[in-house]
């Protein structure tokens, strides 16, 4: 799945578009590297989310394409 859609899913970003550019801002690191809006999430990628100040890492838990609200937060996990 593509990180842009990745992150629409799980909520971390709440539109796809702007996690697209995002992407293209350079503000999405996966396992320390600066990634397009087409990199495939994989299973344990730490994704590093840099908005504004805040800064937001996770862990990858599971990669699915549809997910309720509530079970959103079970696809990745909090890293520090």
Do not use: F, P
Not at 36 to 59: C, F, L
Request: net charge positive; glycine share 4%.
């Amino acid at each position: 799945m593509r990180i842009d859609k990745y992150l629409k899913v799980t909520r971390l970003i709440k539109r796809r578009t702007i996690a697209n550019e995002a992407c293209d801002q350079g503000r999405i690191t996966v396992n320390g590297r600066v990634v397009k809006a087409s990199y495939d999430v994989k299973e344990n990628d730490v994704i590093e989310i840099t908005m504004g100040e805040r800064t937001v890492k996770v862990r990858v838990k599971a990669v699915a394409e549809h997910v309720l609200k509530n079970d959103a937060s079970s696809l990745y996990e909090q890293v520090e």
